[in-house]
């Protein structure tokens, strides 16, 4: 096996389930591994950023990013809707810019993604620094303060993301009064976390919160059932 | 100057607009409610249901459930009141005998139903009442926006949850029962027999706390917000919760 063809497939190679390759490409990766030094190096790098990217903090992004990307991408399908123009002055830098293709190796596109990756990080932490007291708020928000709440979360954002999906055939009054409800249990929910933020042994609050997720839930399984 | 005098029998100006705007009114409401029955329709069915096991369940949009056990064994009877316009009455039963109702659409509909006494019942409305009395079986009931209603129970589970509104519960408690009660921002009471054997997990995080002075019970835990107790052996669960409003517990008479 080529040194290019290992290269190629080292980012499978390291995922913990192969998937994408076959065992015998793996036994050869191994072989060749063995007897290439400069490989076995790139092995080692790659296997270095992934586990670093792997112990890095999960943030949750606010409610506001998909609306801006929906924004985004809104403006993309009307740009491409729209009858072609010429820019108007594609001969600036931007356009000699969009006029080259570029190349890059894996491992100058794993460098690049480590560096955005860490461009990312740095930026989430910004606005979210302590001397903003909004977005404080929000880092509290994003914070697991009971164990199972990882999962009562992912549960809730997909009921929830299944009903954004026909929201917006509900009667507006309807509509109104079920964000007004889930509203006013996120408040409780808010209240609750910055108890638990200062005391995470708070049992009292800690039981709130799971009695106001079940609640939460129980609205979100009522619409389901009521067919909205 | 000279006042002109009224004779007794005379009225005065004023009681002669109070006459007519009385008079107004009544034939208002009299119009309203002759509006109504004329464009109301009602709905019937009687579903056959295997003695001992039946099953209901009533998904409603907005309105009253009313449900309660009726002296025949074999059969569950639903009759309901809607307006003109109001949604669509999908009344089913599947292979197992259990019986579906449920309103598509929006409009308001109030469900009488009579079930035989051990029949399950799971009941859910978004907007209106929810009344159920003199079961034996198991009872969900659940509704976002009203008050629900449950007495004369001698059931082994229930469960009552209202998001607005209050959830009161008068019955027998059950050894082995498990007794749920919510309310996100209501009232909840509990009217229990003097002799009642229960472990009780009460939470109220509202200004309204909590009155469980009716029972002497062995407290386990105790803060402003949070009770675990038991009265008797503590054999029946009752849970009790409330967000912004009140719970109470009650002998019942």
Known sequence: MECRAVINSLSDYLDSQNFWISDDEVKQIDTHLTNCPACQNLKDELGEIKTAARELPLHTPPRAMWTKIANVIEAEISAENAPPHQPKNASGWWGWLRSRKFTFSLPQLAAGGAVAAALIIAGISGILSPHSGALDFQKAQSALLLPEEREIKVELDRRMDALNARKATWDPQRRAEFEQRMNKIDESLNQCRHILKDNPQDADHQKEMRYLYVEKRQILEDVERLKW | ?253
């Not at chain 2, 009602?42 to 009313?66: H, Y």
């Not at chain 2, 309901?80 to 005998?97: F, L, M, P, V």
């Open chain 2, 1 to 253: 100057m000279v006042k002109e005098s009224l004779a007794p029998g005379d009225l005065l100006p004023s009681k002669i607009t109070e006459k007519f705007l009385s008079a107004l009114a009544i034939s208002f409401v009299v119009a309203t409610a002759l509006a109504y029955s004329a464009s109301a329709q009602t709905f019937s069915r009687a579903f056959p249901v295997p003695p001992g096991t039946s099953e209901l369940e009533v998904v409603n949009q907005t309105g009253t459930i009313k449900v309660t056990s009726g002296a025949n064994t074999s059969r569950i009877l639903i009759s309901a009141r809607y307006s003109e316009n109001a949604a669509k009455i999908d009344a089913t039963q599947n292979a197992q005998g259990k019986v579906k109702v449920e309103v598509i659409g929006q409009g308001a509909v109030d469900f009488e139903i009579t079930v035989p006494s051990s029949s399950d019942i799971d009941l859910l409305s978004y907007k209106g009442a929810i009344v159920v009395t003199n079961l034996a079986g198991a009872v969900r009931a659940r509704i976002t926006d009203g008050n629900i209603q449950i007495s004369g129970l001698r059931s082994p589970r229930v469960e009552a949850h209202c998001t607005q509104g209050n959830v009161s519960f008068s019955g027998e408690v059950l050894p082995s029962g498990s007794y749920t009660l919510k309310s996100f921002s209501g009232r909840v009471d509990a009217y229990l027999p003097t002799n009642a054997d229960f472990k009780l997990s009460a939470a109220s995080f509202g200004p309204g706390g909590m009155n469980l002075g009716a029972f002497q019970m062995r407290y386990d835990k105790q803060t402003h917000q949070l009770v675990e107790a038991s009265h008797g052996a503590g054999r029946a669960s009752i849970i009790l919760w409330t967000q912004e409003g009140s719970i109470n517990l009650h002998r019942k008479p």
